[in-house]
């Protein structure tokens, strides 16, 4: 069975400029997390979807957004980069709200510049 | 504000040696869970611990979950090389299904 996979892997972007990071969950799973990982420490949430709502939001700016699609993919939009955005952005899928754990993907390293 | 600490932040051991790792946090939770991650990797789940007095085992390592003092311990026990990485807690609550809120990390270094 496939894991879940983050599109792209690697992004360079500009300060100013938008980005849209994807997601596929593993089969079977309703629910997707997104975190925020700088280096050096801990995976920060900015995001949870569970069929297709919204059901949990971190202390993140406006310029974040996310949403879930029918197939339960996810995108999560970061608008109006600044450098301090550069990070590595990590996806969790899990069965039922975390009791058996959750999967991350290999995660999106973006680069502002 | 759920706070998350782990310690210590680096540890390094020798091969064969036997270390633990705390994480304590700062309100109740009903759900713990341990992660891996090597160096520009992401993260690999090793336990999920959901009641107090869980204790589980994989390998080398053992973690277990004392809710009433708000702490987990990730023990290892006669230490390799393979093991170096870094090391996360993580705490959630069922009411905020998805969200985690993660201590800074433990960076272990086996040496030989």
């Given at each position: 069975d496939a894991g879940v996979t983050q599109?792209?892997?690697?992004?360079?972007?500009?300060?100013?400029?938008?980005?849209?990071?994807?997601?596929?969950?593993?089969?079977g799973h309703k629910s997707v997390s997104w975190y925020q990982q700088v280096l050096g420490q801990g995976p920060q949430f900015i995001f949870q979807y569970y069929e297709k709502e919204e059901r949990g939001?971190?202390?993140?700016?406006?310029?974040?957004?996310?949403?879930?699609?029918?197939?339960?993919?996810?995108?999560?939009?970061?608008?109006?980069?600044?450098?301090?955005?550069?990070?590595?952005?990590?996806?969790?899928?899990?069965?039922?709200?975390?009791r058996y754990g959750y999967t991350f993907g290999s995660g999106t390293r973006l680069t502002v510049v | 504000e759920l706070k998350v600490e782990q310690n210590p932040l680096f540890l390094s051991m020798q091969e064969g040696k036997?270390?633990?790792?705390?994480?304590?946090?700062?309100?109740?939770?009903?759900?713990?869970?341990?992660?891996?991650?090597?160096?520009?990797?992401?993260?690999?789940?090793?336990?999920?611990?959901?009641?107090?007095?869980?204790?589980?085992?994989?390998?080398?390592l053992m973690a277990s979950l004392d809710t009433k003092a708000r702490l987990s311990t990730l023990h290892i026990t006669a230490a390799v090389h393979d093991l170096s990485a870094t090391y996360f807690c993580a705490v959630g609550l069922n009411t905020?299904?998805?969200?985690?809120?993660?201590?800074?990390?433990?960076?272990?270094?086996?040496?030989?």
């Open positions: 599109s792209p892997t690697h992004l360079i972007k500009t300060r100013g400029q938008h980005v849209t990071l994807r997601c596929s969950p593993i089969s939001r971190g202390n993140f700016p406006d310029r974040f957004s996310a949403r879930q699609f029918p197939n339960y993919s996810s995108e999560l939009n970061v608008n109006a980069l600044l450098l301090g955005d550069s990070a590595l952005y990590l996806c969790a899928s899990s069965l039922e709200a975390g | 036997n270390y633990t790792i705390y994480c304590n946090y700062s309100t109740t939770s009903d759900r713990l869970y341990w992660y891996r991650q090597d160096p520009g990797k992401s993260l690999e789940s090793l336990f999920v611990l959901l009641s107090n007095g869980a204790v589980k085992q994989e390998g080398r905020n299904a998805g969200k985690s809120t993660f201590g800074d990390g433990t960076t272990l270094t086996v040496k030989p």
